[in-house]
């Protein structure tokens, strides 16, 4: 039995276990259903603010908008105004010169019929002549001023034209200027990388586990939370060949989204990634960055910042993956050259003429890379430019391939025997090297 007291009376009184267990389940029932009630209120009160406040921006967003058209309408309306002022000037001062010439004529008619009534008497056939040669020139006069409105009327036809020609040259900038704008946020959409609902950070550690985990599982690419320097950046990216590493890179992400007091520039952040990336002895920095969307430099492809800083890159989330994987490419390259080269120099071998091949390999192959990213950053400002610049995009792409083949011909052609032509020191102690391995395996065989 179970003892309840009465909050009111204060009585206490026995139930069994079974009409105990049924009122605390009414108890907890109630108060379960109370703090859900209060919970749903809560969370209609916040998505009704939310939709208040997106729907705020969508009408500022709008206004603005509306406000550069209206803009550039009336802007457009006052040239066609100023247009038909100047016609109308032209109009004025053509009617007042025909005017001031249709009264001059008729002042020298008047001249001439009184000199005919004067002389009416004594030279009636030269009057006759004088007034049919007047009568000609009022004629052609008439004619002249026939003509001019002729031309008058023409002009204000010509000035419509221009007019109307005006209006949907204007309409036409206004559909094309709707249009680039539309693009803008088009590619904006496109450059945000479906980062609704989660971070930059977040976003770029699911892309490196979902394409580059599967095919480099023994990579290392965790969060930097080493600041006993004073700074840390956001991730670090090594990979080793052999226990060996060979790349190395310090990541940085910044994105617009968490900048909403005061808008920040790229550059702002180049100088700490690299005080970052050689206290933690990485090769390469990478600013996966989403600040400054207008700037076409940054919307291109991969942006090379070497000029400012050594081995530093500012690229968008979507190049996260392709400059992980060419700069992993570009560092396997080298490293069968730097064992061989490591064996030599702990042989004591003399390597001038290697070293200095190996460098101009290195040389070219990154005038190569870099050529390639030129013309691939090259192909893509096309293509955001117009579909009419196709062709161009298409001979921009091909000569970034010819000279990626190139570097990639020129690394598979790269062999021990053209690295020692021309040092008889090297070739003579390869050459002593094969000799040795061919005379151990036919012992083997023995």
Request: net charge negative.
């Amino acid at each position: 039995m179970k003892e309840i007291r009465c909050p009111h009376c204060g009585k206490i009184f026995s139930v069994d276990e079974s009409d105990y267990a049924l009122i605390a389940n009414q108890v907890r029932t109630a108060e379960f259903h109370k703090e859900l009630e209060t919970r749903l209120h809560t969370k209609e009160q916040q998505m009704r603010l939310q939709q208040e406040n997106d729907a705020l921006v969508m009408r500022q967003n709008f206004q603005s908008q509306l406000q550069q058209r209206d803009n550039a309408l009336r802007d457009k309306e006052t040239e066609i105004a100023r247009l038909k002022d100047n016609e109308a000037h032209v109009r004025n001062e053509e009617h007042l010169r025909h005017s001031q010439e249709v009264a001059a004529l008729q002042q020298q008619l008047a001249q001439l019929r009184n000199e005919v009534s004067q002389s009416q008497s004594n030279v009636r056939v030269a009057v006759l002549e004088e007034q049919n040669r007047a009568n000609r020139e009022i004629t052609q006069k008439q004619n002249e001023i026939n003509a001019l409105r002729v031309q008058m009327a023409s002009n204000q036809e010509m000035a419509a034209g221009r007019e109307v020609s005006l209006k949907e040259k204007y309409e036409s900038q206004l559909r094309e200027t709707q249009a680039m704008l539309d693009q803008y946020k088009n590619m904006k959409v496109r450059l945000s990388t479906k980062m609704v609902g989660e971070t930059l950070e977040v976003h770029c550690s699911t892309q490196f586990n979902s394409l580059i985990r599967p095919i480099m599982p023994n990579a290392y690419f965790e969060k930097d939370n080493d600041a006993s320097a004073g700074s840390k950046g956001d991730f670090i990216f090594r990979d080793y060949d052999n226990g060996t590493e060979y790349v190395s890179i310090m990541f940085e992400m910044k994105n617009e989204m968490d900048e909403t007091a005061t808008k920040h520039r790229n550059e702002d952040f180049l100088k700490k990634l690299d005080e970052d990336r050689q206290q933690k002895g990485c090769e390469y920095a990478v600013l996966v960055s989403m600040l400054e969307l207008d700037n076409e430099l940054y919307n291109n492809g991969i942006v090379d910042m070497s000029h400012r800083y050594p081995k530093m890159y500012v690229i968008r989330p979507q190049f996260f993956i392709p400059i992980i994987t060419l700069l992993v490419q570009t560092s396997r390259k080298s490293i069968d050259l730097q064992r061989q080269l490591a064996v030599a120099k702990s042989q004591s071998v003399d390597i001038t003429t290697f070293e200095d091949k190996l460098n101009d390999f290195k040389e070219k192959f990154s005038n190569n890379y870099r050529l390639a990213s030129e013309r691939f950053a090259k192909a893509i400002e096309e293509i955001d430019k117009s579909i009419d610049h196709l062709q161009k995009i298409k001979d921009a792409l091909l000569g970034s391939e010819r000279n990626l083949r190139l570097a990639n011909d020129k690394a598979d052609a790269l062999t021990i025997k053209k690295l020692t032509a021309g040092n008889p020191t090297m070739k003579a102690h390869f050459d002593q090297v094969r000799a040795d391995k061919s005379t151990d395996m036919t012992d083997r065989f023995r």
